[in-house]
């Protein structure tokens, strides 16, 4: 890890509502602003946020920052029934941390799978939510182009994956120390026919849309800002959806957002 990074903190757990213990990790003063983080699929808290430099630019920035595993990620409990999976659980999965850490408003910022649920906490916790971060963030389903069948057969008996994306996937997921492939196929599964960002019914808080200029789905990101009534757009230049983290022009535009 880069010396200029602190170390993380332990992981503080909290209690889902349906009896998971989610891993919950405290940056910076807690009487500061605070910023909740939330990691894109097959990333954690850790990967997303920390290892990036994010918590340690927020924090000089003068914010807190509380950054969530999600569940089936990090040292989060990870189930392998889909149904632990909905849009619905993760967001209340947000109010559980909001509410442990007594936090009245929170700033967000998430990327990728963070990101679609960060749209929908945005709808369903007007008020706590005030302003938002979504990076990495498209229309439609970005997941149900895996394969979720040829990752189990791979996890089970090793097969070959034909498919390109669903390979791409699973070799990126499988490189992160401590991922659950049948948790996150069950995460896919889960959420595969359930709610996505509609831009006929978007936030109505501040929103800065972020997304890779080599990213696929740029110009479906600029669309749901489009749609956004408060909704702002920045193209992060030269970096795709799995990179873009890392770019210091993104952490340098979101910190400004926030700011404003």
């Known amino acids: 890890m880069n010396s200029l990074i602190p170390a993380a903190p332990r992981a503080k757990k909290v209690m889902s509502s349906d009896g998971l213990q989610l891993a919950t990790y405290e940056f910076g ?37 509380i950054a969530l595993d999600q569940r089936g990620h990090g040292e989060s409990d990870k189930p392998h029934d889909p149904a632990a999976y909905s849009m619905e659980q993760l967001v209340a999965d947000l109010l559980v941390v ?9 700033l967000y910022a998430g990327y990728s799978l963070g990101a679609r649920v960060g749209w929908q906490a945005a709808l369903d916790l007007d008020g706590r939510i005030t302003r938002a971060v979504l ?13 979720t069948d040829e ?4 996890i089970e008996y090793g097969t070959a994956i034909d498919d390109r994306i669903t390979r791409a996937y699973v070799t990126m997921a499988s490189a992160i120390p401590g991922n659950d492939l049948e ?24 929103v800065l849309f972020a997304t890779g200029s080599d990213d696929a789905i740029l110009e479906r990101s600029k669309g749901l800002a489009e749609a956004t009534p408060n909704g702002v757009f920045y193209e992060i230049p030269g970096r795709n959806h799995f990179n873009a983290p890392t770019s210091r022009h993104f952490r340098d535009a979101a910190i400004t957002f926030l700011r404003a």
Not at 30 to 51: E, K, M
Not at 187 to 200: K, N, W
């Open 135 to 147: 990076g990495g963030i498209p229309d439609g389903q970005p997941l149900t182009r895996l394969r």
């Open 183 to 206: 948790a996150l196929m069950s995460l896919v599964d889960g959420m595969r026919d359930g709610i996505q960002p509609d831009p006929a019914n978007p936030p109505r808080q501040p």
């Open 151 to 154: 990752a189990r057969a791979y």
């Open 29 to 65: 003063h807690p009487d500061a602003p605070t910023v909740l983080a939330v990691h894109g699929f097959a990333s954690s808290a850790l990967v997303n946020w920390h290892a990036t430099g994010w918590t340690r630019d927020l924090t000089r920035a003068g914010y807190r920052v």
């Open 98 to 106: 909001i509410d442990t850490y007594l936090i009245d408003e929170a």
